[in-house]
């Protein structure tokens, strides 16, 4: 638990340079503060948040879509060392969430560390000093030994360029930029896309419009989702007993990594019954055999993201919400046209169309040693990142939630969690023996890099269907191929002797 090891790492001062922090942590999102609160509980009090918008809360800040919430159990979306038994779903909204998050950055005294509308452009490492620099967005400047990035991987909305954007005279918005201000009560609206955020919006948003088409690409794989409100009884239990609580932590990570991690990863027996039930799922609600062919999907199951929603599919059944499979030709003036010729009207035009990815991409200029970007050694053979997080030649840089650390089964904290811990024993090192570079061997990287590529070849990641895990060339590097407890387990020690370390 964070916290518990107060002061391992006395500071020293910095010898070869003067910078404005020992650490600076670009963004105040779950991960961001992850890493922070870590820090802190290692003694390292001198290191600042930067953050581009006026609040914390990354995703949950951003997403406020109508029915915006997690697909994993509360008790799971939440870090361990600070339990919440106040959640009020056993799936949080975004609003709890973000709300759990701005708890967290008073409990851990983080306020005074956080700067607001500070968006970094450009990082630039000082080989000699031992130190980055970094640019923000007004020019300034901002110096640290060392950078955490916690920068999200899908902050940048997807708006694919479809003909006639700007002759549409309705408002036009994507999920992650919900304008509140949009009245949809009675009227006409298209919403394009049926992934994790189009489910959640459908229903929501299905009881008070006139009419609502959705266009579906691709159908996903839909498994029912137990959301209910968690009984004061319960709560009061945990408050009592706060093992109970704990316990039902682990049971739930337990389902996560024993049934639904196995299912989703691995194209084996577990997937074949997530298969069956999701199917059957689907035939419960769905009774229309014309409906049911167009909801059934046609790769293997995990293979895109498995979404949770019991709301979903009586939704769609509904006499005003239409599906449609056939493509969009283009936005008209007054709605859409397809592909086969037909006119649908539309009021408002929702883009549930997901994010461009920037897990294992560059955000902006990063020049590590030798001059070279980050995007230059990223499209060179041999890697990305040891173990999602330090990258050969980018010294005393650290990625939260970098290349092939994202999971699909579970909750995305256990690898923030893992990670932040991992980072802050590395940053200690760092300060701690004065140096001026911390970098990843080339060597171990690329060993790790290989082996973990070759477990990707037998997930069902890489079984044929298009999806935001995958780049360009169909290669995986958002997801961890394994189960987030394996990770874990191995960021559980830092090992010096695998990095250089330069006086
Ligand atoms: P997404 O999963 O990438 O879904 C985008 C949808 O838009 C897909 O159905 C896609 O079809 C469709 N689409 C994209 N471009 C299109 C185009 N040009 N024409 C027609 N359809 C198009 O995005 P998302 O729903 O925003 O979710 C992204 C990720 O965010 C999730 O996978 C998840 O990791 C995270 N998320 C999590 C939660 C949660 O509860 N934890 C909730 C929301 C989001 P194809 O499938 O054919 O590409």
Request: glycine share 10%; charged share 20%.
């Amino acid at each position: 638990m964070a916290g518990a090891r107060e002061t391992q790492f006395p500071q020293r001062t910095p010898i070869r340079a003067r910078v404005d922090h020992a650490v600076i942590i670009i963004g105040a999102g779950f991960s961001g503060i992850n890493a922070a609160i870590e820090l802190k509980a290692r003694g390292i009090q001198d290191f600042v948040l930067l953050e581009r918008a006026a609040d914390v809360g990354g995703t949950w800040r951003d997403n406020v879509y109508p029915g915006c919430a997690c697909d994993v159990p509360s008790y799971l979306y939440s870090y361990s060392f600070a339990p919440n038994i106040n959640w009020s779903m056993t799936y949080s909204g975004s609003a709890e969430i973000q709300s759990y998050i701005r708890c967290c950055v008073d409990r851990y005294g983080l306020t005074d560390r956080l700067r607001f509308g500070v968006g970094i452009v450009r990082a630039d490492f000082d080989v000699v000093g031992g130190f980055w620099r970094l640019t923000d967005a007004a020019g300034r400047v901002h110096t640290a030994r060392a950078v955490i990035s916690a920068i999200g991987g899908l902050v940048e909305p997807l708006m694919p360029a479809f003909a006639g954007m700007n002759e549409f005279t309705g408002d036009i918005m994507h999920t992650a930029r919900w304008n509140q201000d949009v009245v949809l009560f009675g009227k006409k609206v298209v919403v394009i896309g049926t992934g994790a955020s189009a489910i959640q919006i459908i229903p929501s948003i299905a009881v008070q419009v006139a009419d609502l088409t959705v266009l579906q690409r691709t159908a996903p794989y839909v498994l029912p989702k137990l959301d209910r409100a968690i009984p004061s009884g319960v709560k009061q239990w945990f408050r009592r007993l706060p093992w109970l609580h704990t316990l039902t932590r682990r049971l739930i990570l337990g389902l996560t990594e024993g049934v639904i991690g196995p299912a989703v990863i691995l194209n084996g027996f577990m997937a074949k019954l997530m298969t069956r039930y999701a199917l059957s799922h689907m035939r419960r609600v769905i009774s229309d055999p014309a409906l049911r062919e167009v909801m059934t999907p046609d790769y293997q199951v995990g293979c895109k993201r498995v979404l949770f929603s019991s709301a979903f599919y009586p939704a769609i059944t509904q006499d005003h919400v239409h599906i449609e499979t056939v493509g969009l030709e283009r936005l008209t003036p007054g709605g859409i046209r397809l592909a086969d010729g037909r006119e649908i009207d539309a009021d408002v035009i929702v883009m549930a169309t997901g994010f461009k990815v920037n897990i294992a991409k560059s955000p902006f200029p990063i020049v590590g040693e030798d001059g070279l970007s980050l995007e230059q050694r990223w499209s060179a053979p041999g890697g990305k990142a040891y173990k999602g997080v330090a990258c050969a030649g980018v010294p005393n840089w650290f990625f939260m939630l970098g290349p092939n650390t994202g999971p699909g089964h579970t909750s995305i904290l256990i690898y923030t969690e893992a990670q932040a811990s991992y980072i802050a024993d590395a940053v200690g090192v760092l300060l701690n023996q004065n140096l001026t570079a911390l970098s990843v061997k080339p060597e171990v990287m690329s060993r790790y890099h290989h082996k973990l590529q070759r477990r990707m070849r037998r997930t069902s990641w890489t079984s044929g269907c298009k999806s935001w895990y995958l780049d360009e060339h169909g290669e995986n590097h958002t997801l961890f191929p394994g189960l987030a407890s394996e990770y874990a387990w191995s960021m559980r020690r830092f090992k010096p002797k695998e990095y250089d370390l330069r006086a």
